[in-house]
């Protein structure tokens, strides 16, 4: 039973992939057995990703890829008692809410005793994450767990040191499609949302970063892997600097609580993005001159930059013409079909490389001190108005280097640009007015 550890916590087993003691202890301690599929209104559902199952099929296609349920599968749902060990100060953090932030974290610690769901819609680089430390501390000293979760794994690896630095007297687990590391259960959990497939009733409290973010927005069986992980009487947190409508609607009908902050951790403002029509394309003459000269100018000064290109090949046609015209240029792409995109991020948050050339893959949850932020073909179809306001978010993040530009190239000023824009400098002025 050396294993007992990677079942516990409301994870959903395929009974196929377990020995014949372990399903016995796992019964005996309070786990349930549940059919791999379930009926209502006459249709078919999978009980691990509660996705429709078509009549013409035996097995679940859309968590295949966490394993294969068929109709004749038997699923054990496993316990979610837990006893952790108690905590009086599990916060070892040292740093200091501000004023604004102070207020938005004891708004989430009294959701958190009323059990409500909450809505923080902050700007980018408010500090989201260190304004749910108090909650998080309050949750351990209860004796509960809490899953941190977030649609894209670069976030969640960014989280992973951030917590753990914050709560290291508490266990905790990183999770996610290119973890190497066992399930095991921990009070703190952070992963990607597709993880809280795996769980059924399993956390006490669930913070979901990035909600508006591919690929959990309009992703109905995200959407309810998020529901079903969370006990009953536990409550989930979103954060955003974009929420999405059907959020911002529950709020409306008062089925969400919901905190506000215009304003940034060091108090200036976001940084507003500067524009610029391009006459001709983008690789005309190799490299349109207005670029060249833009990239020539940041490799004189020595500043970092972050592009950021609405799909891949055109990212790496510009990367391969850019190397031949800037020799002493060091850069590096990346992109969601980049195997070491971890490590490339993190060699350019390292100032290993001065350039980093990107997609909207690293459009949120990732922080870089003293850089230019620029985006190439900015109206672009692939740039909606949302991925352009958090782009232009990367740029300022650090007190010391608040006032990074950010710049805008394209040959139409579309209806994106024009509401990204003009919706930072509607956040700018609520953060001095409201």
Same mark, same amino acid.
């Given at each position: 039973m050396n294993k007992l550890n990677e079942f516990l916590g409301g994870r959903i087993l395929n009974l196929k992939v377990l020995e014949s003691d372990e399903v016995k202890h796992l019964l005996a301690i309070g786990s349930e057995l549940k059919p791999g599929f379930f009926r209502k209104d006459q249709q078919d559902y999978c009980r691990r990703c509660l996705s429709k199952i078509s009549d013409d099929s035996d097995y679940c296609r859309n968590c295949l890829n966490m394993g294969k349920i068929t109709r004749d599968d038997q699923l054990i749902i496993s316990s979610t008692e837990t006893n952790f060990e108690f905590q009086e100060r599990p916060m070892k953090w040292e740093g200091r809410l501000t004023q604004l932030q102070n207020k938005v974290s004891h708004e989430l610690i009294n959701a958190f005793k009323a059990h409500k769901d909450h809505l923080v819609w902050a700007v $980018?680089?408010?500090?989201? /994450?260190?304004? +749910?430390?108090?909650?998080?501390?309050?949750?351990i000293r209860s004796g509960k767990r809490i899953a941190l979760c977030s649609p894209r794994v670069d976030v969640c690896v960014e989280l992973f040191p951030r917590i753990k630095s914050a709560f290291p007297e508490t266990t905790i687990g990183l999770y996610h499609g290119k973890s190497k590391e066992p399930y095991q259960i921990t009070q703190i959990m952070i992963a990607t949302t597709h993880q809280l497939i795996r769980f059924e009733k399993a956390f006490d409290?669930?913070?979901?970063?990035?909600?508006?973010?591919?690929?959990?927005?309009?992703?109905? @069986?995200?959407q309810d892997a998020i529901t079903k992980a969370v006990k009953d009487n536990g409550n989930i947190?979103?954060?955003?600097? $974009?929420p999405p409508k059907i959020l911002l609607d529950k709020v409306e009908k008062k089925q969400l609580g919901i905190s506000k902050l215009y304003q940034r951790f060091h108090g200036h403002p976001l940084p507003e993005p500067k524009c610029h029509l391009l006459y001709k394309s983008t690789n005309f003459?190799?490299?349109?001159?207005?670029?060249?000269?833009?990239?020539?100018? @940041?490799? $004189?000064?020595?500043?970092r930059f972050m592009m950021f290109f609405p799909n891949i090949p055109q990212m790496l046609q510009f990367e391969n013409v850019i190397i031949k015209k800037f020799p002493k240029l060091k850069l590096i792409s990346v992109s969601s079909k980049d195997d070491k995109r971890l490590e490339k991020v993190k060699s350019f948050r390292e100032s290993e490389v001065q350039a *980093?050339? $990107? +997609? /909207?893959?690293?459009?949120?949850?990732? /922080?870089?001190?003293?850089? *230019?932020? *620029?985006?190439?073909?900015?109206?672009?179809?692939?740039?909606?108005? +949302?991925?352009?306001?958090?782009i232009a978010g990367r740029a300022g993040r650090a007190a010391d280097s608040y006032d990074d530009e950010v710049h805008f190239y394209y040959q139409n000023y579309n209806k994106q640009i024009k509401n990204a824009c003009a919706e930072i400098k509607y956040l700018n002025w609520c953060a001095k007015n409201v």
């Open positions: $980018t680089g408010a500090g989201k /994450t260190e304004m +749910t430390f108090p909650l998080i501390s309050e949750v409290v669930l913070i979901i970063d990035e909600v508006d973010s591919y690929p959990l927005a309009g992703n109905q @069986m995200l947190y979103y954060l955003s600097a $974009t003459l190799g490299v349109n001159p207005i670029i060249y000269l833009r990239i020539k100018k @940041m490799l $004189t000064n020595k500043q *980093i050339f $990107t +997609t /909207t893959i690293l459009e949120r949850g990732v /922080t870089f001190k003293n850089i *230019i932020v *620029i985006v190439i073909d900015a109206d672009a179809t692939e740039f909606s108005k +949302t991925a352009l306001i958090q």
